[in-house]
């Protein structure tokens, strides 16, 4: 019998352990040079001018909103198909989401239905791509969109790291960019996050409120030649610097995330040649010259000719002790956002008729050949036997 394969493992090796053990051993645990160094890196590898660590990607869609100038009465505009984080924030700030409903082929945000919503709200500051499963959205469309009316536009780029749009890096394209390794993502730092922005304005103002609104960081104030005890406060900021043995991990990370993409890549296309002639559909792919970092494989089940439902087949996977999920349950079907701004589930019909047919598979560069092939056999045993 074989053993329980888990939806998402991170994969991680001595290079990481070796560097975590350093940074315990130089008795410098919270942000430091590690941290400074993975900022580097990370600014480096997406090509952006400047890049700022913290504790989740959460805290770094706050900060991002709270820099461009998100606030009371204010409102933001984002898809209905993605994680509660991406719509929290703006409520952390006193501000209202607008949801939008989505592409039937990519799942992303549908830059027709954001025009339609465009003149109908005041106040509108911002909009919040979200690039799902690690495909970017529409950026030429959402950039138009945007410039038209004067919005921001913040990235909500947890599943992009590394995303192309147009062969340009997800993360030179707006005002903010922001990553997320948590432990499921593309890299894991277990919790972690990393804001990007060419803007010197927002990272001066992301910079002080990611620690208390202090004026200026502990590791510069304990490394600069001015009194290491004088700092000042000049806003009510926030906790949300990344420790140095997280970006230990993330240092080694993001010199896999490469080759991270390209094993992925690689799974999801023995799971498309495999699923073609099942009853079920396979991820679109927008662009095939861009760079998808295929941190979901969501495949849709076609129910009409099927005699299970979603649930009943991710029971029979699970039987087979195979881990899977639903990216996402839309967020307008959850209690607090559906009762706050009354939705109805059909209010985002692509939205809900995708998450009744969703079903992400295991797709992570831990998982061994022999695991791709047992998820493709039980898939295809599983669809044929309940194949109408
Ligand atoms: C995981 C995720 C987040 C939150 O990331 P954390 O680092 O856990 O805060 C935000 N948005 C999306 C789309 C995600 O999948």
């Not at 027709?112 to 529409?138: L, T, W, Y």
């Not at 790291?161 to 593309?186: A, C, E, H, N, R």
């Not at 960081?217 to 990344?242: C, L, Q, V």
Request: aromatic share 10%.
């Amino acid at each position: 019998m074989s053993s329980f394969l888990p939806f998402a493992l991170p994969l991680l090796g001595e290079d990481e352990i070796t560097e975590v053990t350093d940074t315990l051993r130089s008795g410098w645990l919270t942000t430091g040079p590690k941290t400074a160094q993975f900022e580097k890196d990370f600014g480096a590898f997406i090509g952006a001018d400047y890049a700022l660590a913290v504790n989740s990607a959460t805290s770094g869609l706050h900060l991002a909103l709270e820099a461009v100038g998100v606030g009371k009465g204010d409102k933001v505009i984002t898809t209905t198909n993605t994680f509660t984080a991406t719509a929290e924030v703006i409520r952390y700030l006193g501000a209202d989401p607008i949801l939008v409903d989505i592409d039937p082929k990519t799942f992303n945000i549908d830059p027709n239905e954001i025009r339609k919503i465009a003149d109908k709200h005041e106040n509108i500051k911002a909009i919040m791509p979200v690039h799902f499963a690690g495909q970017s959205c529409e950026m030429d469309a959402i950039r138009e969109i945007a410039n038209e009316n004067n919005w921001k536009i913040v990235e909500d780029a947890a599943h992009a790291l590394p995303t192309t749009w147009q062969g340009k890096m997800i993360g030179t394209l707006s005002d903010i960019t922001v990553y997320s390794f948590y432990v499921t993502k593309t890299i894991a730092t277990g919790e972690g996050g990393m804001i990007v922005s060419n803007n010197e304005d927002y990272i001066k103002r992301m910079k002080v409120m990611r620690l208390h609104g202090i004026s200026r960081d502990a590791f510069d104030r304990y490394t600069s030649d001015k009194p290491a005890w004088f700092y000042e406060i000049i806003a009510p900021g926030y906790k949300y610097n990344m420790t140095d043995i997280a970006a230990s991990l993330g240092i080694h990370q993001l010199k896999k995330a490469h080759a991270f993409q390209e094993r992925r890549e690689w799974m999801a296309k023995q799971y498309n040649e495999a699923f073609a002639d099942l009853p079920a559909t396979t991820p679109f792919v927008a662009h095939p010259d861009d760079m998808h970092a295929w941190h979901l494989y969501v495949l849709q089940l076609e129910l009409e000719s099927l005699t299970i439902n979603r649930d009943q087949f991710i029971e029979l996977m699970a039987e087979e002790k195979i881990g899977t999920s639903v990216h996402f349950i839309p967020l307008h079907l959850h209690p607090y956002w559906r009762d706050r701004y009354d939705f109805k589930p059909d209010d985002f019909p692509v939205a809900l008729d995708v998450f009744n047919r969703a079903v992400s598979l295991p797709i992570y560069p831990k998982m061994t050949d022999d695991d791709v092939k047992r998820v493709i056999d039980t898939v295809t045993k599983i669809l044929k036997v309940h194949t109408k």
